[in-house]
């Protein structure tokens, strides 16, 4: 942990929720009251929050949360933050607080064992048989994974009803799922036990609880999170930590995400500081979107 002055929490709970909307406000007023801004998403069934704010007013946040039986027990994944991981405060009423677009898929009432980090790396560390499937999308795995992950292929994770073909030569084996802080897990699992995969673990907490406990051992790479930092890692400057991650352009090792900078693209990618535009050092994805680019701010130049 560095000594940041600021904190990010990652957070989320199952739970049923009468009256979301009612939530809704209440978080507002909370997180503002406190200075926080991140995003915050509450449906009926439950809430899911990346929060960042000074460490003494994210701790007040989870004492307040600690208050409500709702919402108690949750356990709140913490980061060191820099003040800029988000722009501001959005708390938002959805169907869902991780789209899936899989009827009756409530981790309220179905979901996969959980597995701890301590757990999962003594089953590393005993070469037990079993089967690690990331459920993050593809952009998020490029930058850092479990070894001999079996990656889900995913675009969305709406693409979830797909992946039961793809892992059909697993039935009857043991299954961990993974994703960054547990949340997509408790649908994907629960999925894939409605789907007859009967061995179904959840990594409890997800990926970065178990990079904090056990930094560069089994998991390579960083991890992808959605703020403004993009990444996160642990004891980067330990020897085992491996660079997993490669530019698109030139295929180099390399871990830093841009978006290409054409405003109609934005497409999310890992590039090495040597293909970035010499002109302006400005991201693009492709030529073509280079020069969409440079013809408008052109046209903006004699408008």
Sequence with gaps: MSDSQFQVLLYYKYVSIDNPEAVMSEQRLLCSALNLAGRIIVSK???????EGTIDNTERYIAYMEKNEMFAGIHYKKSPGDGNAFPKLSVKVRDEIVTSDVPNLNPNKVTGKYITADELHQWFTDKKEFYIVDMRNEYEYISGFFEGTIFSGFQNFKDLPGIVEKLNHLRG???VTVCTGGVRCEKASGFLVQSGFNDTYQLLDGIQTYMEKY?????KGKLYVFDNRLTIGFNTD????EIVGTCMHCGTKADTYVNCMNHACHLHFIS???????????AFCSDTCKEIRRAKDAFASVA
């Excluded at 069934?45 to 929060?51: L, V």
């Excluded at 930094?215 to 998991?219: A, E, K, L, W």
């Excluded at 330990?238 to 930590?241: F, S, T």
């Excluded at 090495?272 to 400005?282: A, F, M, Q």
């Design 45 to 51: 069934e439950g809430i899911n929050g990346t929060i």
């Design 215 to 219: 930094p560069n051992t089994h998991f």
């Design 238 to 241: 330990d020897p085992n930590h």
């Design 272 to 282: 090495c500081k040597n293909c970035l535009d010499p002109e302006t050092g400005l």
């Design 173 to 175: 084996k043991t299954i």
